[in-house]
Structure formats: C-alpha cells, structure tokens
C-alpha cells in the first residue's frame, strides 16, 4: 500500500501546484463491482473517482452502511495501518476501497449501499446512494450477516 508517484493518479502532488482540499461529494464519481458472489472472498470493490478539475484528498476509508441499514461498517481488522493519512487523487484519478462480505445462518441480501467520505477528524459528509453490479453491468445482490471495509488505497484489494 502506498502513495503513487508523478504520473499515477494518487499520491504527492507536484511541486509548485497550489496543493489540495478534501474531497467532497460533488467532484467523486464512484462505482461499485460485486465480486466473486457466493464464494469465499466475496466481496465490493468500490472505485472512486475525481471527476473535478484540481486534485483533491480522501483519508481513512469511507464509511459505508449497507442496503437499508443505519450502521456503519467497522474497518477491517486485517487492513494494512495507515488509513489517516491523507492520499491525494489527482483529476481524472482513481482510489480504491473493499467492503468484505460475510455470511453464516441469518443473512441478509441487498444491491444498494450508501457511502460517506471520511474527513480527518473522522467525521463524515453527506451520503451517495450506490448500487453493486456485477462483471457485466448487471445489478448485483449481495448478501451477508457480516461485513467490514478497508482503507481508500491507490491499488484495488484483492486484485486476483
């Protein structure tokens, strides 16, 4: 895990830029793949985007709060350390997150999520409604009894 260097879309901004501002919901765009259903490693990778025209940072991981759900997800125990520090995306580029699923005898199935992105103090903004697809741009339900989500990094999780 790490921050990217010149020419990557995440990581230090250039020398002599103005530098960067928190991220907000009005320049993120965000996408959610529902990957490997019903198998182990079932999971959500979510890309998030800077669709605005300067660069802008995100910290932590976002908080994410599945189907209709009011409870936060908790961050991964087995995440890498490291989420406050603030990771920079430049325009045009990308941050990645995992929510992981986990099912056992009471389940519950849902294809919306809402994600918040975190400030860093670890407080969050307004919500973005979302749906999970699958490979093909179908919508997706998922299902779990449990779940976690992992820090915004600049490379996807469990990227096999």
């Given at each position: 895990?790490?921050?990217?260097?010149?020419?990557?879309?995440?990581?230090?901004?250039?020398?002599g830029?103005?530098?960067?501002?928190?991220?907000?919901g009005?320049?993120?765009?965000y996408s959610?793949l529902h990957?490997?259903?019903g198998q182990?490693?079932?999971?959500?990778?979510?890309t998030?985007?800077?669709?605005?025209?300067?660069p802008?940072?995100?910290v932590?991981?976002?908080s994410?709060?599945?189907?209709?759900?009011?409870t936060v997800?908790p961050?991964?125990?087995?995440?890498?350390?490291g989420?406050?520090a603030?990771?920079?995306i430049?325009p045009?580029?990308?941050?990645?997150?995992?929510?992981n699923?986990f099912?056992d005898?009471?389940?519950?199935?849902?294809a919306?999520?809402?994600l918040?992105l975190?400030?860093?103090?670890?407080?969050?903004?307004?919500?973005?409604e979302?749906e999970?697809?699958?490979?093909?741009?179908?919508?997706?339900?998922?299902?779990?009894?449990?779940?976690d989500?992992?820090?915004?990094?600049?490379?996807k999780?469990?990227?096999?």
């Amino acid at each position: 895990m790490g921050a990217g260097g010149a020419g990557s879309d995440a990581g230090p901004v250039p020398a002599g830029s103005t530098g960067a501002r928190q991220c907000d919901g009005g320049e993120m765009s965000y996408s959610v793949l529902h990957r490997f259903p019903g198998q182990q490693g079932e999971h959500l990778l979510i890309t998030a985007r800077n669709g605005g025209a300067e660069p802008c940072w995100v910290v932590d991981r976002p908080s994410v709060m599945l189907g209709d759900t009011s409870t936060v997800l908790p961050h991964a125990a087995k995440d890498a350390p490291g989420g406050g520090a603030r990771l920079t995306i430049r325009p045009g580029g990308r941050v990645y997150s995992a929510v992981n699923l986990f099912t056992d005898a009471k389940t519950r199935t849902s294809a919306a999520l809402s994600l918040g992105l975190r400030d860093g103090s670890g407080g969050t903004g307004p919500g973005t409604e979302l749906e999970a697809f699958d490979g093909k741009g179908v919508p997706s339900e998922f299902t779990w009894s449990a779940a976690d989500v992992m820090n915004w990094n600049t490379v996807k999780p469990y990227n096999f």
